[in-house]
């Protein structure tokens, strides 16, 4: 069982998560929230943030509750399959999010077609699942831990 802290920068995107609508017990994935309207051009690739920042841990049991116990884990970043109702593809297929990254989650999207794409504050286009495919928990918080990578993303290590 994978269990997230998630950090939301600021408290509309925090009202999101509060009020979450479509996460279950027992579901493998949780919805992320787009935090901005915006339009993406035709034929583009564009970067959408997501106004939160996470960290992830193995959960040994359901009642596990302290995450000082718990072992730091990397996880999935998906497109949801509503993502197919679109012209927007993910651009990198999967996001692999590293078990020490604590920065803005962000999703690269292609926009496929030959007309712009509107997207609405609090779209749901992506989701988070535990490599195991797992039961994922979360709870909201006000800070995360800071670890050596820190914020450091997509492309940062290389190329």
């Given at each position: 069982?994978?269990?997230?802290?998630?950090l939301?920068?600021?408290e509309?995107?925090?009202?999101?998560?509060?009020?979450?609508?479509?996460?279950?017990?027992g579901?493998?994935?949780?919805?992320?929230?787009?935090?901005?309207?915006?339009?993406?051009p035709?034929?583009?690739?564009?970067f959408?943030?997501?106004?939160?920042k996470?960290?992830?841990?193995?959960?040994?049991?359901p009642?596990?509750?302290?995450?000082?116990?718990?072992?730091?884990?990397?996880?999935?970043?998906?497109?949801?399959?509503?993502?197919?109702?679109t012209?927007?593809?993910?651009?990198?297929?999967?996001?692999?999010?590293?078990?020490?990254?604590?920065?803005?989650?962000?999703?690269?999207?292609?926009?496929?077609?030959?007309?712009?794409?509107?997207?609405?504050r609090?779209?749901r286009?992506?989701?988070?699942?535990?490599?195991?495919?797992?039961?994922?928990?979360?709870?909201?918080?006000?800070?995360?831990?800071?670890?050596?990578?820190?914020?450091?993303g997509?492309?940062?290590?290389g190329?």
């Amino acid at each position: 069982m994978m269990h997230i802290k998630l950090l939301p920068l600021n408290e509309d995107v925090a009202s999101m998560y509060h009020s979450h609508s479509t996460f279950y017990p027992g579901d493998c994935g949780l919805d992320l929230f787009c935090s901005e309207a915006t339009t993406v051009p035709p034929r583009t690739t564009v970067f959408i943030n997501l106004g939160i920042k996470v960290a992830a841990y193995r959960k040994q049991s359901p009642d596990d509750t302290d995450t000082e116990k718990m072992r730091s884990v990397g996880w999935l970043m998906f497109p949801r399959s509503s993502i197919s109702k679109t012209p927007l593809r993910f651009a990198n297929s999967v996001g692999v999010i590293d078990a020490a990254y604590r920065g803005e989650l962000r999703v690269a999207l292609d926009n496929i077609s030959d007309e712009q794409y509107s997207i609405k504050r609090g779209d749901r286009l992506v989701q988070a699942v535990s490599y195991d495919g797992g039961e994922i928990t979360y709870e909201i918080v006000d800070k995360l831990d800071e670890t050596k990578r820190g914020e450091k993303g997509f492309g940062s290590t290389g190329r």
